[in-house]
């Protein structure tokens, strides 16, 4: 199985902030990632795909990039609604697996 | 597009824990770029990948619950099923459906229910 390695675990940030996280992949994925936003009690919900390809209605201040085995998610200016849970999961070959994920929470 | 799981959210252990998602406003017959997957997600294991089914029947499963796992698709019903066999604490978790795009200008799973807390307890 492709093991997903999240960085950092935990993030502290403000509202405003730019904030990054990275995604690594234990061997080559291309581009074919997925990140997610979950918060407590709710589904996870798609934000990116095929590693920089924004979701429908997601908000633009969110974008991805990486290929390979590295990614990154950046939030260009951190919302109250940011403040959640965010996997990353490959579907380069099955069986699919996500990350443990990156915690925003306010600093 | 709306899913919703449904089944018994207590199972005891050693039984069978049977789930439906129950697909609203798509076929899940016409979608021919989609596939249909199954997850759970408790605090000690993360997100898991149980499998994926396309509306065909052709299954894929996570070779970890492979031996357990079995997901069937009713198209005339709009509905896909999981059932997991012999289970114990460990199975305890929230499960969801989801729709995994598979279409070359899609990706990742896009459409989610709203999860259902199933507890292994006698």
């Known amino acids: 199985d492709i093991q997903m390695t999240q960085s950092p675990s935990t993030l502290s940030a403000s509202v405003g902030d730019r904030v990054t996280m990275t995604c690594r992949a234990s061997?080559?994925?291309?581009?074919?990632l997925a990140w997610y936003q979950q918060t407590p009690g709710k589904a996870p919900r798609l934000l990116i795909w095929k590693a920089s390809n924004l979701q429908g209605g997601v908000p633009s201040r969110f974008s991805g990039s990486g290929s390979g085995t590295e990614f990154t998610l950046t939030i260009s200016s951190l919302q109250p609604d940011d403040f959640a849970t965010y996997y990353c999961?490959?579907?380069?070959?099955?069986?699919?697996?996500f990350g443990l994920g990156t915690k925003v929470e306010i600093k | 597009l709306q899913q919703q799981e449904s089944g018994p959210r207590l199972v005891k252990p050693w039984e069978t824990l049977s789930l439906t998602c129950t697909v609203s406003?798509?076929?899940?017959?016409?979608?021919?770029?989609?596939?249909w997957g199954w997850f759970r997600q408790s605090p000690g294991k993360g997100l898991e990948w149980i499998g994926d089914i396309y509306y065909t029947g052709t299954t894929y499963y996570n070779p970890s619950l492979k031996s357990r796992v079995t997901i069937t698709v009713d198209t005339s019903a709009n509905q896909f099923s999981l059932s997991l066999t012999s289970v114990t604490a460990s199975d305890s978790a929230v499960y969801y459906c989801?729709?995994?795009?598979?279409?070359?200008?899609?990706?990742?799973?896009?459409?989610w229910g709203q999860g259902a807390l199933v507890t292994v307890s006698s």
């Open positions: 999961q490959h579907y380069n070959s099955y069986p699919w697996t």
């Open positions: 061997q080559n994925i291309n581009k074919w």
């Open positions: 989801a729709r995994r795009n598979a279409a070359a200008d899609g990706g990742g799973f896009d459409f």
């Open positions: 406003g798509g076929s899940i017959s016409s979608e021919i770029d989609f596939y």
